[in-house]
């Protein structure tokens, strides 16, 4: 590098630290994103963009009751005035503000093609149409009175208003949402007859909780209706700390037909869903065989919705479809609720609902004061130019006369008769044919006329009191003309609770209901055989191995799996149909280590309670309820420690207890000996002697009914009661050797 070199790097470049640099930089970026684009304003609820766009409808005079103009004329003075940024994003923007089934309350007419809830795109901006809503003419009424602050535009070449005045709270009336650089909002819509009678009720009572307002504002309300299932505890919840979730579900209603068959027509779905994309989800789970409740879906909508569900038969119950429907498709949602907003103009934060419409009745007493202090001025110029008529009406010939003889009149009037220089700017541009209507009678009227509003309108800067008042007023009118029975502020929205039904039998509704025989093998392969086979001698198994159980169950049944260790787990039988030919490992279904085999297999619902036994004669009674396990891991029941393992689990059905031990001592016991335990080790079945000795078999039965045990294949015995009576005794004893007759392998069965 030579000398040259160096002294142009010295003087032009300058050593950054490159942290330092991404983070200033980046922090200008965030900033930037957060407070000019994604999150709105609560005194308005606008975002910078929809704030441009409605500003420069005003100035295009594009009242509601003023002719329709392009929207590629609004874009474009947009575009060349206030928000430098793209056209098709600002016509994205304007023409959400026109579509009724995305805004509850519409900010711009549209007249042409403004896109539909199937998720067609608006015409291009050379064809469409526009002009604001009377319901926009409230967000920007007064803007002219000095009630907000203006800033310059981004080339200093005009101004723009830093917020709206903002007769409504639109944040909440119409909702928001945006995503920023390391946050986002989503403020859900609402019915703006309710939002007003919370604000009478908070200008009332400035430390309302939100539980209060709740009784105002039970929840949301969407501009395509539906059916609010959410309970009012989290709505609350939701409201009080500004972030939560409401879940909406499309509303339906049954249509009888001939002969006995409905259909379900839905007439309402939920917001921001678009209706061909829900169509076409629900006809690809028809297509593949996940919806087996239902038969067809079609679309028959015009201009309302109506799209027709057909159920498979007219058995199929209506509730258990479109439960099952709800659970798959977009016809139920999760609204969520993210009330991060910019606060008084400057400060992004979660408000609560309260707050939020604290905030904008402080903004609403902010335009408020600053429009009285406004029109205040307005009217003193007006008594001010009034005064100098009266002056002008007493003399007017000598007015006459300085006007024409002299060569500068203004100052010569303001010395002879004392006015200011407003007052003879006044007279001096005065008409001619004005000068017949300066008649004193009128001039004093309309005087004391202005005196009197001048007085009230210093009365209402001095009282707070008044103020209130005033903007109770002034939201009583719109709650008037937005009321629940108008057409444009009638809730949408209803509330609903969810019916009960079993979200088990729901999923098991999507299964083609067949029988089928399980086939469980001793060394851990489940398989399915197509109906109800008695004759399993057929079947074949990989070498070393043979069957262990067979269930004759239903491919919608539950299977409930007993091990070694204690563990029960659980699967649906359904999973093994059309396998392969061994079927499937049981290993790779529940998680059972090598060591520990399964004990005993059985169909869910068998019984409502089992006898939990291990291998060294410890027993309990389980519920049902509490041994359904609902993980891959099973869920533990019975403690065993080695060398002892789980023995047996069977149903109870019977009043006594008979157990057998391995050196064929046989006891009888009631039933209610046994402690009924949600988890544990047991107690003990039956006393042996000091060699050891374990348990053989276990069963319940009825008393009345006798113990029965198998002599052969298809002959049983049975004892009948007074035959037991010398093996019936208390639990832990330890019994009489078995009758004459019994079994060799010291089994029941």
Not at 26 to 44: E, F, K, Q
Not at 383 to 401: F, H, K, S
Request: with cysteine.
């Amino acid at each position: 590098m030579n000398d040259l070199t160096k002294i142009l790097v010295s003087e032009h470049v300058e050593p950054v630290d490159l942290r330092q640099a991404l983070e200033e930089r980046y922090l200008t970026y965030a900033l930037s994103t957060i407070m000019h684009r994604a999150l709105p304003d609560v005194r308005d609820g606008l975002k910078p963009v929809h704030r441009r766009v409605l500003n420069a409808m005003r100035l295009l005079k594009l009242q509601p009751d003023y002719n329709f103009k392009k929207c590629a004329r609004v874009v474009g003075d947009v575009v060349g005035r206030f928000h430098p940024h793209g056209e098709q994003a600002i016509y994205d923007a304007l023409v959400r503000l026109a579509q009724d089934f995305s805004m509850r309350y519409p900010l711009i007419e549209g007249q042409g093609n403004f896109g539909n809830i199937d998720g067609d795109n608006a015409a291009a901006m050379r064809y469409t149409e526009a002009r604001l809503t009377p319901y926009a003419m409230l967000i920007v009424d007064s803007i002219n009175e000095d009630t907000i602050d203006f800033c310059r535009t981004y080339d200093g070449e005009d101004q723009e208003p830093l917020v709206m005045p903002s007769a409504v709270p639109n944040l909440l009336a119409n909702g928001s949402s945006g995503i920023a650089v390391g946050m986002s909002t989503s403020i859900p819509p609402h019915n703006l007859a309710e939002l007003c009678d919370a604000a009478l009720y908070l200008i009332q009572h400035p430390t309302a909780g939100t539980e209060e307002l709740a009784q105002f504002i039970p929840g949301p309300d969407f501009p395509t209706g539906g059916l609010i299932v959410e309970p009012l505890e989290q709505i609350i919840e939701a409201y009080t700390s500004g972030r939560g979730s409401i879940r909406l579900r499309a509303r339906w209603n049954r249509e009888e037909m001939d002969r006995g068959a409905y259909v379900i027509v839905i007439t309402e779905i939920p917001y921001q869903v678009q209706k061909s994309r829900l169509i076409k989800k629900i006809a690809e789970l028809l297509f593949a065989k996940k919806l087996p409740l239902l038969a067809d879906v079609r679309d028959e909508s015009s201009e309302d919705i109506r799209i027709v569900l057909e159920p498979k038969n007219r058995s199929v119950d209506d509730i258990f479809l479109m439960e099952s429907l709800f659970k798959l498709t977009e016809l139920e949602q999760r609204i969520l609720l993210n009330m991060n907003v910019i606060s008084k103009g400057h400060l992004p934060r979660v408000m609560g609902l309260c707050a939020l419409l604290g905030e904008w009745l402080e903004h609403r007493r902010t335009v408020l004061i600053r429009r009285t202090k406004f029109r205040l001025g307005k009217i003193e110029r007006q008594l001010e130019i009034l005064g100098g008529y009266l002056v002008a009406y007493l003399d007017l010939d000598e007015i006459i006369r300085i006007i024409r003889e002299e060569d500068k009149p203004k100052p010569e009037i303001m010395s002879r008769f004392g006015l200011t220089d407003m007052q003879a700017d006044a007279i001096l541009d005065m008409r001619l044919r004005s000068l017949r209507k300066l008649e004193e009678v009128e001039i004093r009227s309309e005087h004391k006329v202005r005196s009197e509003e001048r007085e009230n309108l210093k009365i209402l800067l001095e009282s707070t009191e008044k103020q209130w008042e005033k903007i109770r007023e002034d939201i009583c009118i719109i709650r008037d003309r937005f009321g629940p029975d108008t057409e444009l502020g009638h809730r949408r929205t209803s509330f609903s609770k969810i019916p009960e039904t079993d979200s088990g039998d729901i999923i098991q509704s999507f299964i083609v209901r067949e029988p089928i025989t399980l086939i469980l093998s001793e060394k851990g392969w489940v398989r399915a055989v197509k109906g109800h086979v008695s004759d399993l001698t057929g079947l074949s198994f990989k070498a070393g191995d043979k069957l262990c159980f067979a269930l004759k169950v239903e491919t919608t049944d539950k299977i409930l799996l007993f091990a070694t260790n204690g563990r029960f787990f659980i699967f649906s039988a359904d999973r093994f149909v059309n396998g392969r030919a061994h079927g499937e490992h049981l290993r790779l279904i529940i998680d059972l280590e090598e060591e520990h085999d399964i004990v005993s297999c059985f169909v869910l619902g068998t019984a409502e309670r089992y006898l939990i036994s291990s291998t060294m004669g410890k027993c309990f009674i389980a519920c049902e309820k509490d041994i359904i396990a609902t993980t891959r891991k099973g869920k533990q029941i019975l403690n065993v420690t080695v060398p002892a393992r789980a023995f047996a689990c069977t149903p109870v059905r019977g009043d006594y207890i008979a157990v057998i031990g391995d050196n064929r001592k046989l006891l009888v016991f009631p039933l209610l000996e046994l402690p009924e335990l949600p988890r544990g080790k047991g107690v003990s079945l039956q006393k042996y002697d000091q060699c050891g000795g374990r348990i053989a078999d276990i069963r319940s039965f009825t008393l009345e009914e006798g113990l029965r045990w198998r002599i052969s294949e298809g002959r049983f015995k049975t004892l009948g009661m007074d035959e037991l009576r010398e093996w019936i005794g208390h639990r832990a004893q330890t019994g009489r050797l078995a009758p004459r007759g019994f079994p060799r392998n010291n089994r029941f069965e």
